[in-house]
């Protein structure tokens, strides 16, 4: 899919997908005490970072886990749709809080920004693509030279490019996916080759 859209570009190095959802009981309510110190103790990979919350590491991706019942989904290798992260993510993360004896299910998932990283296969001249476009939303030619972000308007996504042809979109939601959006990267950036 997105690797067809990039070509003859290198395929995507990454491709990832965020979204939230919530736990909800047997009753349809929402969890609104989860033991988040249970999840922890219990995980074979899970990462505390303060009281509240616990992300617990799965096989294709993470979820971080808030006491409100809130939950925050990472999907990652070959998760690339909202169906992806349902079924390889949400649902391995339900099936283990059921051995742990929580017999919760997800409700309202939706995706909320998806990424995917490429190489260009040609550095590019940053100070040029600064000069050119009024759409950069961060550069500090001092401070770090070596990347630009650009906002691209038509689809709310933004884009990170290095000086060596990396390039990184953030597309926030579902949206129009990755596809449409690369497409104008690679016509956004192909005058700038060096």
């Not at 390039?167 to 950036?189: D, E, Y």
Request: net charge positive; aromatic share 8%; proline share 2%.
């Amino acid at each position: 899919m997105i690797a067809d859209v990039l070509a003859p570009w290198k395929k995507p190095r990454s491709v990832s997908v965020q979204g939230k959802f919530i736990l909800v009981d047997q009753d349809g309510k929402r969890v609104a005490d989860l033991d988040v110190k249970k999840l922890a103790s219990s995980a074979h990979r899970s990462l505390q970072t303060h009281a509240g919350s616990v992300t617990i590491y799965l096989d294709y991706g993470k979820i971080k886990a808030f006491r409100s019942g809130a939950c925050m989904v990472f999907g990652t290798k070959d998760c690339r749709s909202k169906q992806d992260v349902r079924t390889k993510v949400v649902k391995q993360f339900t099936r283990w809080l059921k051995l742990l004896g929580m017999k919760y299910r997800a409700s309202g998932l939706a995706i909320t920004q998806r990424t995917c990283q490429f190489n260009l296969g040609r550095p590019v001249d940053l100070d040029a693509i600064f000069e050119a476009m009024p759409q950069i939303v961060q550069y500090n030619k001092e401070l770090d030279a070596t990347r630009v972000v650009i906002s691209l308007q038509d689809s709310g996504a933004t884009v990170r490019v290095t000086n060596h042809g990396w390039a990184l979109i953030t597309a926030k939601g579902g949206g129009h996916g990755l596809q449409h959006v690369a497409s104008n990267v690679k016509s956004l950036v192909s005058e700038y080759y060096i």
